[in-house]
């Protein structure tokens, strides 16, 4: 049995302080990024291939941040209805200052999300998963929210990126995590048991997420070659495919 099985998962943080965090940077969110775009753009190249996006679809981006992936989505199929769901109204007003006429949605709260049982046909949650404070809470909502034949692509580091994460940013500052806790592999894996998903692939992606572009694809020749292993958990970030059960 996983050492995680008997855990309710929750955080000591609210979901009021995640938002606080996220309004305070959302000025400087996008430059932030900016910095080291090839590593955070690829979350949305990583997702595109796994979303299966063909047909008229309704898709919940959650969290949405200055809703980019918006941008990818529309890229494969325009006829797809996106929901850019967000919990700081902060990032709200950034992503529609950037992109006017993006459908977005603002929540309060993760564990209890403002839509319908049953709606959406897609679900990307690209790190969220370890702001959130009853995590498991989440992944039942985004459940419930889902049509039965749905599919999710979620994303969150895994818990050795935290050393990493903190020398960034004492060295490079950036827009920070705020409350957070990046998750072991398992601890999701069983969450997304518990709620009702059936994981069909775990991917680890990103070993080094910084220096010259030769470098960061050799990190990924690297991680690929040892998928499942000991190495893996050093990806910060780890991909999880999943359908409902």
Same mark, same amino acid.
């Given at each position: 049995m996983s050492r995680f099985e008997?855990?309710?998962?929750?955080?000591?943080?609210? +979901?009021? +302080?995640?938002?606080?965090?996220? +309004?305070?940077?959302?000025?400087?969110?996008?430059?932030?990024?900016?910095?080291?775009?090839?590593?955070?753009?690829?979350?949305?190249?990583?997702?595109?291939?796994?979303?299966?996006?063909?047909?008229?679809?309704?898709?919940?981006?959650?969290?949405?941040r200055d809703a980019e992936a918006d941008d990818f989505i529309k890229l494969i199929n325009p006829d797809i209805k996106v929901i850019n769901a967000e919990i700081s109204a902060g990032l709200m007003a950034e992503a529609a200052r950037i992109r006017p006429g993006i459908v977005q949605q603002k929540i309060e709260t993760y564990s209890n999300l403002p839509?319908?049982?049953?709606?959406?046909?897609?679900v990307l949650t690209l790190e969220t998963l370890e702001h959130a404070a009853d995590p498991l809470a989440f992944l039942n909502e985004l459940k419930r929210v889902s049509a039965t034949d749905a599919r999710m692509v979620l994303s969150c580091p895994p818990n050795t990126s935290e050393?990493?994460?903190?020398?960034?940013?004492?060295?490079?500052?950036?827009?920070?995590?705020?409350?957070?806790?990046?998750?072991h592999s398992e601890e999701v894996?069983?969450?997304?048991?518990?709620?009702?998903?059936?994981?069909?692939?775990?991917?680890?992606?990103?070993?080094?997420?910084?220096?010259?572009?030769?470098?960061?694809?050799?990190?990924e020749r690297i991680i690929n070659a040892f998928?499942?292993?000991?190495?893996?958990?050093?990806?910060?970030?780890?991909?999880?495919?999943?359908?409902?059960?």
């Open positions: 008997a855990s309710d998962h929750r955080n000591s943080w609210t +979901d009021r +302080d995640v938002e606080a965090h996220w +309004d305070r940077v959302a000025s400087v969110y996008v430059a932030e990024n900016n910095k080291v775009k090839s590593a955070h753009d690829q979350r949305f190249f990583e997702s595109m291939t796994h979303l299966q996006l063909e047909g008229k679809l309704n898709v919940l981006n959650i969290t949405s839509f319908e049982d049953g709606f959406f046909d897609r050393i990493p994460y903190r020398i960034y940013t004492a060295l490079f500052g950036g827009h920070g995590e705020g409350p957070h806790r990046f998750l894996k069983g969450m997304l048991r518990k709620a009702g998903w059936k994981l069909l692939l775990h991917k680890s992606t990103v070993l080094i997420p910084v220096g010259p572009e030769v470098l960061q694809q050799f990190g998928q499942g292993s000991i190495l893996s958990e050093f990806g910060i970030r780890q991909f999880y495919i999943c359908e409902k059960y």
